[in-house]
């Protein structure tokens, strides 16, 4: 068995990642590896779990936040198929 990085319940079920840096890590489910591993939005802090928005290598939850603080924000949509206004 394994212990979570995150929580550290020791599960027999557990499943390792490993990050493109060489890090490994253990993880009981999911929640708890998107916890550890994925980004938190600019702006609002949120984990990005879906794919977000990038801008100057800066990564937001979603159009709103990148439109909100980037300079280059008003060039995103966040629907795909949305006319351009």
Known sequence: MATCDVCGNDYWMAFEIRTVSG???WFDSFECAME???PRCERCSCRIVGHGVEVDGRFYCCAHCARTVAELGNQIRDAVGV???
């Open 36 to 38: 550890k591993l994925a």
């Open 83 to 85: 006319r351009p206004s």
């Open 23 to 25: 890090e490994s890590h």
